[in-house]
């Protein structure tokens, strides 16, 4: 039995010491958000923070974690820099099929949180852990930038800040509802990313 | 094929070749299939007969007009997409579509998965309910518009009546009516009950161009907050009451069977509940998957690994050239005849084997009962699902009931079934829900893969060095013919094999394209792969297209241009492509270089240029991609640029890094550390400009895979004189002397001093 910190609160969990956080999260807390993508710290879809570090849960055992933190997307928003990232993120529009997503976010916080202004060797150094299929990678540079900046990157698409998400129901055929937007569209576009 | 209303699409099916091989991808194949007999079904703007039981299952809604729109009491509107989401970004394309004409705002719409059906859902293009092909907005471009407009046009009727006006006194925005003279104003919920009483009009009038409100912004995509908060629900995020979770291993070589196991060992391990077997595969159930995967670690496995146990890619490419060679090629395209004079060039191309490699493994969840099979999955192809296990489990259609899932990426993978079959019949022997994840060792391991090709393309040059005949030989195994074999052309064709060669955007007088049929041995199954037919061929045409420039002693830019004079539309692409990127405009360093790409992939027209360093010791850094792109109508030109920059890249990651390869029989790739895909650090500036026109929308999720190898190619000669015929990349062809491999390629890259990729620079 072990006592986790998971986004603040405390998860009591019986499973095996050997057992991967991804699974003890996903499988046994029910929080679905961190993915799985190879199981061997290749690939990022499973990035977590541990005490605010970015860390692969696919092969950190559960039975090492102790005390320290745990934070998953599903809370990042929470923290200064995850909610900078994920504004961000909508501004840019990076996501495509949003698999890898979860991940890419975990690890540009952590960037964000110790590196305010991340350089373009700084993002290739804290980012080059996460792979995307979609190759959203033009996009997740300019997020990051425009997180840290604060000033427009590239296109932005026309929506506001977005208030909440919602949460599908297994077995439901619906989900993946619109995000609250203003009436009138209140950014202009630019015309491209160069 | 009356259902077939795409813009530039022929409007009849007896089009001829020519015309016909311009739609691109998966497209052609499927015209052919609808010709061949079975009037499929196709969706429509308005009600049909299967529509009240369609909406009555989806809440009885008092407003649905057709499949796509229904209108609550409240006056949510809730848009059901008749295509899957799998980051193509086409539900966003899909809502844009229908709003444009519903007049609702994109921020008033709720987005819902289609359940499986054929008569409500079935792409034109394709002939089924189907997402493939970079089809989904070029087939639904008028009638989700259209659709949209006979929900407004019956709202507008039935507030008119009720306020005893003329129905073109008033107008709508947002979704409310309102009678212009007399300031009322009516909601879409308020109307829904009696709009949804009314008959569907017949004649609908569409928005021109210059009124639209919505298409042509660059709009955020309806699933993009979802995702970046992490509540997106893919498949393998299903969580059902009950349900258990298992890990599989399929017999590592192709066609092998299972012989038998010891499971004392697996049995052992906490929480393991089951262990289940198939002809050849097995699972192991556990309370997690960790448990699963820890069970099926530790049980023996006995297999007969077959016919194929020897199997070899060398000996694949052995018996591919020999089919070349020995083989009666179908003729796919003729035109003119052979010159007689004229300098020959010729050339072997060879395209390696390629796995999908999503980001989300394969997964299904399954719970089989004695009257009822429910399914989970994220599927291209859902209709498909339903049919196969139905079939497994003896059960009618109507008692299997699927829901289909957001995808963590398609590429083609999700257009097979194999992975929900196999679940099915795991399922099957057990009473609880289950859920089979395959690990990512099983996902590339037992990939459908792209077919590998070998291809013979020769041409005449006249004096002046300009092609006056060519022709390409290509050989390979046929996706097609798998997957939908009555597609097949009469004469056993293939056409997604020869797209893009068949049929090039230069004039070139005389032409003569054949594909040779050489099918793998049984058990080693070929498969759709982003880009399909198209990856494959630009890569040959468009490196091939260089070496001539280059044997003519010409510029690639002009060696193009000059047989671009007949077709303005892609010379336009051309130079616009040049201008930016500054074709010859400085002198380039050492070892770098520019190559060019010119298609015309899935009706779309691009023209990529890619600047690329190579290292001394044959590494390769890519410094800059700038793609000129006419797709027609960009419906949001946010998602284009997404598409074009991902599409490139994975094209490039492809040509760079992806090869699979077989020993003994199986597949040696298992994971993304030997089957790599471009990172973060590797990333290229990638630019894109797109001439912007009223032509109806082409393709465009595959249209930068397809054209992103050969540019690639026609860089590094361009970089060290090295012409690369085959994929992926041999860096030790580009190795610059014995000295540089004893120096680091860090040290000695051109740009190793400036910041790492400007992608998000402004310029």
């Known amino acids: 039995m072990f006592v986790l910190q998971v986004n603040g609160e405390a998860r009591s969990v019986d499973v095996p010491a050997d057992m991967p956080l991804l699974w003890v999260l996903r499988d046994v807390v029910g929080l679905t958000g961190t993915k799985f993508g190879c199981g061997i710290a290749q690939c990022g879809a499973c990035t977590v923070h541990l005490d605010g570090q970015a860390v692969r849960s696919c092969v950190l055992p559960v039975g090492s974690i102790g005390s320290r933190a745990i934070t998953t997307i599903e809370a990042v928003g929470q923290t200064p820099s995850g909610q900078k990232i994920q504004a961000a993120w909508l501004d840019v529009d990076v996501v495509q099929c949003g698999y890898c997503q ?56 026309i929506a506001p800040p977005v208030a909440a998400s919602r949460v599908g129901t297994p077995g439901t055929a619906a989900s993946g509802a619109a995000a609250p937007r203003a009436a009138v569209p209140s950014a202009t576009a630019t015309a491209g990313a160069t | 094929m009356k259902a077939l209303r795409v813009g530039p699409l022929p409007q009849a099916v007896d089009v001829g070749r020519r015309r016909a091989l311009k739609l691109g991808g998966l497209t052609i194949a499927f015209l052919w299939t609808a010709t061949s007999g079975t009037a499929s079904a196709a969706i429509n703007a308005r009600r049909q007969p299967g529509d009240a039981a369609a909406a009555a299952a989806d809440g009885n809604p008092p407003f649905a007009p057709n499949a796509f729109i229904r209108i609550d009491v409240d006056g949510l509107v809730r848009l059901v997409m008749p295509n899957v989401e799998m980051g193509q970004g086409i539900y966003t394309g899909a809502c844009m579509m229908l709003a444009e004409e519903l007049n609702v705002g994109i921020d008033q719409i709720k987005v819902e998965h289609a359940p499986p059906n054929e008569e409500l859902y079935s792409m034109p293009l394709l002939g089924g309910q189907i997402t493939g092909g970079s089809t989904s907005t070029r087939g639904h471009w008028e009638v989700l518009r259209e659709a949209g407009a006979v929900a407004r046009t019956m709202m507008v009727t039935a507030a008119a009546q009720r306020w005893h006006v003329d129905p073109s006194t008033c107008s709508v925005a947002r979704g409310v009516v ?22 569907v009009p017949l004649k609908v009038a569409l928005k021109e161009s210059k009124n639209f409100t919505l298409i042509g912004k660059p709009l955020r995509r309806v699933d993009s907050a979802d995702k970046v908060y992490g509540t997106t629900q893919f498949g393998i995020d299903v969580r059902v009451p009950g ?119 394969l997964n299904t969840t399954v719970w089989v009962t004695a009257d009822k099979c429910e399914i989970w999955v994220g599927t ?46 795991f399922a099957k022997q057990v009473k609880y829900p289950l859920k089979v994840i395959w690990t990512r060792e099983e996902d590339i391991r037992h990939d459908i893969v792209r077919p590998m090709y070998h291809d013979r393309i020769s041409a005449l040059l006249d004096a002046n060095g300009r092609p006056i005949w060519y022709g390409d030989r290509v050989t390979g195994g046929t996706v097609l013919g798998r997957w ?94 040049a201008e930016k990127i500054g074709w010859n405009a400085a002198p380039l360093p050492a070892r770098v ?32 991609a700038v793609v000129a792109l006419d797709c027609g109508v960009a419906i949001n030109p946010s998602s284009v640029e997404a598409q074009i920059q991902g599409a490139v890249l994975f094209g490039l990651s492809a040509a760079l890094y992806s090869g699979i390869t077989i020993k003994r029989g199986a597949i040696e790739q298992s994971n993304f550390h030997d089957y790599r895909s471009l990172r973060m650090n590797e990333i290229p500036r990638v630019e894109l400009h797109r001439i912007a026109n009223d032509e109806p929308p082409g393709g465009l999720g595959e249209v930068g895979t397809a054209i992103a190898a050969p540019a690639l190619g026609n860089a590094i000669f361009a970089a060290t004189g090295v012409r690369l015929r085959s994929l992926p990349v041999d860096r030790s062809l580009l190795v610059q002397n014995a000295a540089a491999l004893k120096t680091v390629v860090a040290g000695t890259l051109d740009g190793a001093g400036e910041p790492a990729n400007g992608a998000a620079r402004r310029v």
């Open chain 2, 243 to 361: 349900m258990k979770i298992a890990t599989v291993k399929a017999c590592p070589t192709f066609g092998g069977r299972l012989v038998g196991i010891d499971d004392k060992r697996t049995r052992a391990v906490r929480g393991v509940i089951d262990v289940l077997m198939l002809d050849g595969a097995v699972a192991v159930v556990g309370d997690h998957f960790w448990a699963a995967k820890q069970g099926l670690d530790a049980l023996d496995i006995e297999w007969d690994l077959g016919d194929n146990a020897e199997l070899t890619t060398a000996k694949l490419r052995e018996a591919l050239a020999d089919a070349s060679q020995g083989s009666t090629p179908i003729v796919a395209r003729e035109a003119g005849k052979k010159p007689a004079d004229g300098k020959l060039v010729e050339a072997i191309y060879q395209s390696p084997m390629l796995a999908h490699a999503t980001m989300e493994p």
């Open chain 2, 484 to 577: 939908a074999p009555m597609a097949m052309e009469k004469n056993g064709l293939d056409t997604d094999a020869v797209e893009c060669v068949a049929e090039v955007p230069y004039d070139i007088p005389n032409l003569k394209v054949e594909w040779v049929r050489h099918d793998m041995p049984e058990g080693l199954l070929v498969g759709w792969w982003r880009g399909v037919g198209p990856t494959h061929n630009l890569f040959v045409v468009e490196s091939f297209m260089d070496e001539l420039a280059h044997t003519a002693g010409k510029d690639p830019l002009e060696y193009r241009r000059a047989l671009l004079q007949k077709n303005p539309r892609t010379l336009a692409l051309l130079d616009l492509a």
């Open chain 2, 380 to 425: 291209q192809v859902p209709t498909r699902c339903v049919a196969v296990a139905a079939k497994i489990t003896g059960l009618p259609e109507a008692k299997v009931e699927l829901h289909n899932q957001y995808l963590g990426g398609g590429f083609g993978r999700r257009l097979e079934t194999d992975s929900v079959e196999q679940a099915v019949h």
């Open chain 2, 178 to 199: 309102t009678h212009q003279a007399s300031g009322r104003t009516l909601g879409y919920g308020a109307l829904a009950k009696s709009a949804g009483a009314l008959p």
């Open chain 2, 593 to 624: 270089g520019r190559g060019i790409a010119v298609g015309e992939p899935f009706g779309s027209r691009v023209c990529l240029i890619i600047e690329a360093e190579v290292a001394p010791q044959g590494e390769i850094r890519l410094r800059r």
């Open chain 1, 102 to 157: 979860s991940g890419q976010i975990m690890s540009a916080t952590a960037l964000l949180a110790r590196t305010p202004n991340p350089s373009d060797g700084d993002i290739d150094a804290a980012m080059s852990g996460n792979i995307c299929r979609c190759a959203t990678y033009v996009r997740i540079r300019a997020a990051i930038k425009q997180a840290a900046t604060g000033k427009a990157e590239v296109l932005q698409v």
